[in-house]
Every structure is written in structure tokens, then in C-alpha cells.
């Protein structure tokens, strides 16, 4: 296992057919590489108590999508499909354990984009205008 430094922590959601990212301020938190075959990462993000209530309603869902900037913020941000595995109080803070794979969040996104307007009926020439829209 590898593990790094979690520079910053982005939630995506999906809000009215775009995807919103909600910041997530950190006091500290590492990202270890499984090298397990399957991509399987571990976030652990130190976060402000404030953020609880958040993070239990996120534990709900099964999956989520997480963007992580490792080591440095001058590099790319990795966006991982994820769950929460744990969260526990740590004084006034908590720390939230994800367990999740990274993708490629470009492909996704428009892959997810063009099934939508598919779906809504768009073909042809119409259909890569919206798609052009959207992005």
C-alpha cells in the first residue's frame, strides 16, 4: 500500500442536470492506494465537527462521487466513486473514512450527459448542440 497526502476534498452532486461540488475545508487527511488489483483507494479526511450532519445523511447513499487533489493543489484532482465506511469524533472534529475506485470523471460525465438527452428525445444534429450546451 502507498499512501499520501489529502491536499483538498470535493463532493459532487448531481443538482439540476449539472454536477455541483460542495468544498470540504480539511484539518488534515491521507489517501492510501489498496494495490489491490481492483483500484481500491481509502480517503481519510479530518473535517470540523460542523460537517456531521452532512456526512451522515451522504453515509445513506450507497455510492457517492468524491474529487480529491493528492500531495500538492497544484496537481489534477482525482474523482473517485465512493462510499462512506466510517466517520468517529475526534474532539471537535470528526474524521470520515471513504472506501472508493477512481474514474474518469470526463467519461462519466459525458457519457451520464448524452443517455440523459437521449432519454428527452434529442438526436442528430440537435443532440451534440445540447450535449455542447451542457458541457
Do not use: C
Not at 449539472?18 to 468544498?23: D, G, V
Not at 466513486?81 to 459525458?110: C, P, T
Request: avoid cysteine; glycine fraction near 6%; proline fraction near 1%.
Amino acid at each position: 500500500m502507498k499512501t499520501f497526502y489529502l491536499k483538498s476534498l470535493r463532493i459532487l452532486e448531481d443538482e439540476a442536470d449539472s454536477l455541483m461540488e460542495k468544498e470540504i475545508e480539511l484539518f488534515d487527511g491521507l489517501i492510501i492506494n489498496r494495490e489491490d488489483g481492483e483500484h481500491g483507494w481509502v480517503v481519510e479526511a479530518y473535517v470540523d465537527k460542523e460537517y456531521e450532519a452532512y456526512f451522515t445523511e451522504l453515509k445513506e447513499r450507497s455510492k457517492i462521487m468524491i474529487q480529491v487533489k493528492i500531495t500538492s493543489e497544484e496537481n489534477d484532482p482525482a474523482t473517485l466513486i465512493a462510499s462512506i465506511i466510517g466517520m468517529n469524533q475526534l474532539g471537535k472534529e470528526i474524521n470520515v473514512l471513504f472506501q472508493g475506485k477512481i474514474v474518469d470523471e470526463r467519461k462519466e460525465y459525458i457519457e451520464k450527459k448524452l443517455k440523459e438527452l437521449i432519454e428527452r428525445g434529442f438526436q442528430g444534429e440537435e443532440l451534440l448542440e445540447k450535449l455542447k450546451e451542457s458541457m
